[in-house]
C-alpha cells in the first residue's frame, strides 16, 4: 500500500485527536484509538510504514464533530464583538453543541482554563475556545469568558496565613 497525502480530516484528527500513546494493537491499526474495539470495519487514519492508527466509525465520526463544533464556535467568537467579555446568545449555543459533541465523544466534561488553570464545565460556565500555538503544535483549548471567577482555594490558604 502506498502512502497517500492525508486529507483534511485525517489531517485534523492527526493533529488533535489521536492519542500520543498506543497500544501495539492501537498502532498496528488492529484496534479502534478511541474504544480499543478490534471489531471492523477499522477505518485508517492515516500513517506511516509500521505506524498504521484506525479507528471505527462511530468513534470517527464522534471525533470529528468535536473538531467541527469548536472551529465554528471559534470562528463564531474571533469575530464577535460580545463573545470574548461576556459570550452573546449564539457564542453559548455553540459552545453548548461542542459540549455535547465531546460528551458524545467520550471526552471530559471538564477542562482547564488557560487564564486561571482552574477546572471549567464546559456544560454550565461561560467559556470561550483558545487556540494557543505552541513551539512545534497548535493546541485547541479553553478559557473563562472575561474575567476568571476568584480561585477559592487560593483564597483559602491567603486567609490561612493571615
Ligand atoms: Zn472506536
Ligand atoms: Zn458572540
Ligand atoms: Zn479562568
Redesign the pocket.
Known amino acids: 500500500m502506498t502512502d497517500q497525502p492525508l486529507n483534511e480530516d485525517q489531517q485534523l484528527l492527526m493533529l488533535y485527536e489521536i492519542p500520543g500513546t498506543l497500544t501495539e494493537d492501537q498502532a498496528s491499526g488492529h484496534a479502534?484509538v478511541?474504544?480499543h474495539?478490534p471489531y471492523g470495519p477499522l477505518i485508517d487514519l492515516g500513517g506511516v510504514a509500521d505506524w498504521r492508527p484506525h479507528?471505527?466509525a462511530?468513534?470517527r465520526t464522534a471525533r470529528l464533530d468535536c473538531l467541527r463544533t469548536y472551529a465554528v464556535w471559534l470562528h463564531h467568537v474571533d469575530q464577535c464583538a460580545r463573545c470574548p467579555t461576556a459570550p452573546c446568545a449564539e457564542g453559548q449555543e455553540l459552545g453548548q453543541r461542542h459540549s455535547a459533541a465531546r460528551d458524545h465523544a467520550g471526552k471530559q466534561a471538564h477542562v482547564r482554563c488557560t487564564k486561571c488553570r482552574e477546572r471549567i464545565l464546559l456544560a454550565r460556565t461561560r467559556a470561550n475556545p483558545v487556540v494557543q500555538e505552541g513551539n512545534t503544535a497548535v493546541s485547541r483549548r479553553y478559557a473563562h469568558a472575561g474575567v476568571c471567577p476568584p480561585i477559592r482555594r487560593r483564597d483559602n490558604r491567603a486567609l490561612r496565613l493571615m
Open positions: 479502534c478511541w474504544c474495539t479507528g471505527c462511530s468513534c
